[in-house]
């Protein structure tokens, strides 16, 4: 791989071919990042991603800048080639997120080795801490288990319900653009624990690569809730499937996932003006994509 300065580099909205180049970038980085994220990111913003590139208009870098809601921006997919790091073109990129927010809340989700420099640059507002973890799919995983309540696929008719869960979670947030982009499509399916007709947790589960699988916002009234969904979303995958997910630093592993393995990296979700109110006391398993 050629070498890359700063000065060689120029600012431009991505093209669909850079995609690819993108999901290698991440999984060079070990990210959970998948195709289904992009896509998702593609129906709130259509030109959410920007890329740095060399004089070749070869891609070097890459950040996403979606609006998801009034006055809301979410930073995300903010990377650069492993080996051209610290070379000034992620500050080139900052730049150009910076840019295009202008002046609203941003949200970010940041590694712990990167909050003091955002933190320095107008990021003091911290909200929870996510743990990235990666659960095989056992034998004992597909025995039944005993639960009282009912776990069911999301239909078009649940969504008003469906919401007004996630306002439990997101008192002064709505959310319904956010979770319509990433709860559609052919590579997520959401699952819905009921008791007594009232929707009492949700979480949704995407197909990734080579046969691997992710779960997002999976959120509950108690561990018995998220016990259900969660053998509601992986029981049905074959022995040996991999899936990654992310959950809050303060919570327990569910007796479900036990086995489950820490991956090193973590983030921390960061705001520049003001923190959006969550109750995580609901939040098990989180995600660094969506806000």
């Not at 956010?178 to 949700?202: D, H, P, Q, T």
């Not at 995407?206 to 997002?216: A, D, Q, S, T």
Request: proline share 4%; aromatic share 10%; glycine share 6%.
């Amino acid at each position: 791989m050629s070498t890359v300065t700063a000065s060689e580099v120029s600012i431009r909205q991505s093209k669909p071919e850079d995609v690819k180049l993108l999901m290698e970038f991440a999984e060079d980085f070990e990210w959970d990042l998948s195709m289904y994220d992009h896509l998702s990111y593609i129906k709130i913003d259509p030109n959410y991603l920007i890329v740095a590139a060399d004089r070749n208009d070869e891609p070097v870098g890459f950040c996403g800048v979606s609006q998801n809601a009034p006055n809301t921006i979410y930073f995300g997919n903010f990377i650069v080639r492993k080996d051209l790091r610290k070379k000034g073109i992620g500050r080139l990129l900052w730049t150009a997120m910076l840019e295009k927010a202008g002046d609203q809340n941003i949200v970010l989700d940041g590694g712990p080795d990167m909050a003091d420099w955002y933190i320095a640059h107008g990021f003091p507002f911290q909200a929870y801490k996510v743990q990235f973890c990666v659960v095989k799919v056992t034998s004992d995983m597909k025995q039944s288990i005993q639960s009282s309540y009912d776990t069911v696929t999301l239909t078009e008719n649940m969504w008003p319900a469906l919401m007004e869960y996630d306002r439990q979670v997101y008192p002064t947030f709505d959310r319904t653009r956010i979770l319509r982009a990433w709860f559609s499509g052919e590579l997520v399916r959401v699952a819905v624990a009921m008791k007594a007709g009232k929707i009492v947790g949700y979480g949704s589960i995407h197909r990734k690569p080579n046969n691997e699988y992710g779960l997002r916002n999976v959120f509950g009234d108690n561990e018995d809730v998220i016990e259900a969904l969660l053998y509601n979303m992986l029981s049905g995958l074959p022995i040996g499937t991999v899936v990654h997910f992310m959950i809050l630093e303060d919570k327990p592993l569910p007796k479900y996932i036990h086995h489950s393995v820490p991956v090193e990296e973590t983030a921390i979700r960061m705001f520049n003006k003001v923190k959006i109110e969550t109750n995580t006391d609901k939040i098990w398993l989180a995600t660094a994509h969506i806000v």
